[in-house]
């Protein structure tokens, strides 16, 4: 029997292994196909991380010119950057690998929530789910070199912090947790408002269940200075006294004072513009206004219009699509919300990860690549509903009368299901119709435990796998630019001048500028 340290480290390796495993499809099939290849290694296949890659190198070479539009110093760039002087592969090695391992992190903060609520296996089930999602891989898949690939663990990391701060009033957490959101918002500037979201829930929360608990005051103290608009080493300077006070000198941190604390810091916050952020994404993707600017004369001749109505990801998404993009299939994604039904009633402190839920449903409205945020809650609701289901079908008894007739309501499903999957070509009905071939097997062996515990977790693991995987399996992406397009490119390099533009769709420019050298 493992302990449950070493059940943990062995749930982490399992998901974490699956999750860079399921990624490397793609290269095992990319690879076969040589206008995919230059410099002897795959490209990737994201327009915008040829901005990040122009920038790491024009980093590694130490310099970039004024007016280039270089992502000189940009987070990725320099995450990439430090990768490069640290590892021994080629600078195109690490851009299209980066998102394979960087990504599957995102099962570490899953399992060790699972953890704190001493649900171990649901964080399996879920880690697993949610590192192969439908949105999420494709927005992390290897070669897509972006942003993405940490825009999910972070907040995940941060939530872990909250609750384990709740849970168990660890020191750790409260001085980790406000590091984490200065790296996030340090490494994606847009997550503002999300983190704002979870502060103020997190406020919130305390104040009802835990408001005599000196620790989640800090905690959210912390956070506020964390989000402040001053420079990084200022603000971990000025954390890492407060901790050291909190902790040393804990008898002065009476209420009112820490009431005095917060009402300064919350002033500071407001007087260094901390809400401009949210007014810019609610402008951009909530009410997406079209109009950017227009011109100041009085004929009004100019009007500039956003490029928001443009975006495909930033568009209505249909429901359908919506649901495979968060849970991989519809099933799994119903499934879930009875799994997040019951996962709160139980566990009220998962409250604080309604933030992210609800900024991936904001995808119905702003557009799909909203989802990926809704990934890691929902997956850990299917993993608690798995735990509930398991539960209750061990407790579940009948008796003979009533088993023939649940096994034949059963074969009547199955046979139906699958018929009008046929007809009406739905896949939705096809998954309703493999639940039930799961359901007799159940219950033909519900009286069995042994048989029963390996048909339980067999039937699980392939609702919310199968689909997934099928997916990636089919989800064949392309390189941004064919081997002799961007031999082409390379080309004008040598004979274009420094000065020379070339002019290209928006997110092309990118692609251009970094094999070309030119400005766009």
């Not at 296996?121 to 999602?133: E, I, K, M, R």
């Not at 500071?268 to 993707?285: A, K, N």
């Not at 990801?313 to 699509?321: F, K, M, N, P, Q």
Request: glycine share 4%.
């Amino acid at each position: 029997m493992l302990s449950k340290r070493k059940e943990l480290f062995l749930f982490i390796l399992i998901a974490y292994v699956f999750s860079v495993l399921c990624r490397f499809y793609w290269v095992y099939w990319a690879s076969s196909f040589e206008e995919f290849f230059f410099n002897d290694e795959l490209m990737i296949i994201s327009n915008d991380g040829y901005a990040f890659a122009e920038g790491a190198r024009d980093m590694i070479a130490g310099f970039h010119q004024e007016n280039d539009l270089s992502y000189y110093g940009s987070s990725l760039s320099t995450l990439t950057y430090l990768l490069y002087k640290i590892l021994p592969f080629s600078f195109e090695s690490i851009i299209l690998y980066m998102s394979v391992f960087l990504s599957s992190l995102l099962v570490v903060p899953i399992i060790l929530i699972a953890r704190e609520y001493e649900l171990g296996f649901c964080g399996l089930v879920a880690a697993l789910l949610a590192s192969v999602a439908n949105s999420y891989y494709n927005r992390t898949m290897a070669g897509y070199y972006d942003t993405d690939m940490l825009a999910i663990v972070l907040p995940c990391f941060v939530i872990y912090f909250m609750i384990r701060i709740i849970k168990k009033q660890d020191l750790l957490a409260l001085i980790l947790l406000p590091v984490f959101i200065i790296f996030y918002l340090w490494y994606y500037a847009s997550a503002y408002t999300l983190v704002v979201a979870l502060i103020g829930l997190f406020f919130i929360y305390n104040l009802i269940y835990h408001r005599k608990d000196k620790i989640v005051y800090m905690a959210s103290i912390f956070m506020l200075i964390a989000i402040s608009s001053l420079a990084w080493y200022y603000l971990l300077c000025v954390i890492a006294i407060l901790f050291a006070l909190f902790v040393l000198k804990n008898e002065y941190f009476k209420p009112k004072f820490i009431a005095f604390l917060g009402i300064l810091v919350i002033i500071f916050l407001l007087l260094s513009g901390g809400l401009d952020p949210i007014l810019y994404q609610l402008e951009f993707y909530i009410f997406k206004s079209d109009m950017s600017s227009v011109a100041s004369s009085s004929l009004q001749s100019f009007t500039y219009f956003n490029v928001n109505q443009t975006i495909q990801e930033v568009g209505d998404i249909d429901i359908s699509v919506f649901m495979q993009r968060i849970s991989a299939s519809e099933l799994v994604f119903i499934l879930s919300l009875f799994g997040l039904v019951l996962l709160l009633k139980e566990h009220k402190s998962f409250v604080l990860a309604l933030p992210m839920l609800f900024l991936g449903f904001l995808a119905l409205r702003s557009g799909l690549r909203f989802t990926i945020y809704a990934v890691p809650v929902m997956a850990l609701a299917f993993g608690y509903f798995y735990l509930y289901a398991c539960s209750f079908l061990k407790n579940f008894k009948y008796n003979n009368q009533d088993a023939k007739l649940y096994k034949i309501l059963s074969f009547i499903a199955i046979f139906a299901c699958f018929i009008l999957a046929f007809i009406f070509e739905n896949t939705f009905i096809f998954e309703l119709g493999t639940l039930f071939v799961f359901i007799l097997l159940i219950l033909y062996f519900l009286n069995d435990k042994d048989k029963l515990k390996i048909i339980l977790n067999a039937s699980f693991l392939f609702i919310s796998l199968f689909f997934a995987l099928k997916h990636i399996y089919e989800y064949k992406a392309p390189t941004v630019f064919a081997k002799n397009e961007v031999e082409i490119l390379n080309s004008l390099k040598e004979m274009a001048q420094r000065e020379d533009y070339v002019i290209a769709w928006w997110d092309y420019g990118y692609p251009i500028r970094y094999y070309s050298d030119v400005k766009t």
